[in-house]
């Protein structure tokens, strides 16, 4: 189950609020951020990005558990915790 949560992307400044029902990337796109994406559904790894800090629940198909550490995936990837924060070099 999705919940609303919020990413913070510190080389722009901008502070985003995800709901629940759309995809980070979507809210970047319509945000005006440029981000790379292909496929949308954590599979080509486009949208990869430097995760600065945050608890985060992983859903790609990309990333191994060393990458999770520093990087998530902005189509798949959610804050762990309603509300939680998520901040990402972008
Ligand atoms: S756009 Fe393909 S993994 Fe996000």
């Known amino acids: 189950m999705n919940h609303p949560f919020t990413r913070n992307l510190v080389r722009s400044g901008r502070e ?44 790609d198909l990309v990333l191994s558990k060393m990458q999770r550490e520093e990087a998530d995936i902005l189509c798949q990837s959610r804050a762990a915790e309603a509300g939680g924060v998520v901040e990402e070099v972008l």
């Open 16 to 59: 985003l609020e995800i709901p629940a029902d759309k995809l980070a990337t979507d809210v970047l796109i319509e945000s005006a951020i440029p981000i790379d994406i292909k496929c949308s559904g954590g599979i080509c790894g486009a949208c990869k990005c430097r995760l600065v800090s945050g608890e985060v629940e992983h859903r």
